[in-house]
């Protein structure tokens, strides 16, 4: 069975700073391009990041880049999002995304990041 699970989401004030993670089982990791994704409430989901199945390429919105960096460790089957210079914009459910690979894709449930003063 395929999980996703992240953590790191929070409260944190305009300008700072957080690392999701997004730890994944059940699948073999190295084989799939991870994305990042937010929904901020009444809003549609956005791509935030993506980072190539070796993580060698990362690319990024003009909303983020910048201020997110994506990486990934294939030996620990973990994905993160560093995140910095935060803004209340930025509040949102962020979700990981793993693939498509072989037509097959899979979400995590998300965490919360709010960022307000």
């Known amino acids: 069975q395929v999980q996703l699970v992240e953590s790191g989401g929070g409260l944190v004030q305009p300008g700072g700073s957080l690392k999701l993670s997004c730890s994944a089982s059940?699948?073999?990791?190295?084989?799939?391009?991870m994305r990042w994704y937010r929904q901020a409430p009444e809003k549609e989901r956005e791509l935030v990041a993506t980072i190539t199945s070796a993580g060698t390429i990362t690319n990024y919105p003009d909303s983020v880049k910048g201020r997110f960096t994506a990486s990934r460790d294939n030996v620990a089957n973990m994905l993160y999002l560093q995140m910095d210079s935060l803004k209340p914009d930025d509040t949102a459910v962020y979700y990981c995304?793993?693939?498509?690979?072989?037509?097959?894709?899979?979400w995590g449930k998300g965490t919360l990041v709010t960022v307000s003063s």
């Open positions: 995304n793993a693939g498509p690979w072989l037509g097959i894709e899979y």
């Open positions: 059940g699948l073999v990791f190295s084989n799939y391009p």
